[in-house]
């Protein structure tokens, strides 16, 4: 799979802030439910390693919007007291795969405007 992730510095990824971009993106194409017709998948890239992670939840299977619960271990860097993730390195961003190539938000919301 390839991919076109940046490298995003001092900004862990955690549930507010996957909440918060979903309020920036809505309406552009860059959400889950906006662009899903379009054959966009939610997905994580770990900017470090360049690897894909299809967004699932915490029995493995494949979820429709982002979901923190999924991803390996090795990315997770707290949980809470009930064992759930609050976030994970800030090498991880959030974006979609579409015919097996990673785009962040921006990106899928380009290609889904036009």
């Given at each position: ?99 097996d ?6 990106q ?7």
């Amino acid at each position: 799979m390839s991919h076109h992730c940046s490298q995003v510095k001092d900004m862990h990824l955690c549930k507010d802030k996957l909440e918060k971009e979903n309020l920036e993106f809505t309406g552009t194409g860059g959400v889950s439910k906006e662009n899903q017709s379009l054959g966009f998948s939610p997905a994580f890239c770990d900017t470090e390693t360049g690897k894909i992670y299809l967004s699932c939840h915490k029995d493995g299977t494949q979820a429709a919007i982002h979901m923190l619960d999924g991803l390996p271990e090795k990315l997770i860097i707290a949980r809470d007291l009930h064992n759930n993730i609050v976030s994970v390195k800030s090498s991880v961003i959030p974006g979609f795969v579409k015919d097996d190539e990673f785009y962040t938000r921006k990106q899928a919301a380009v290609l889904a405007s036009g």
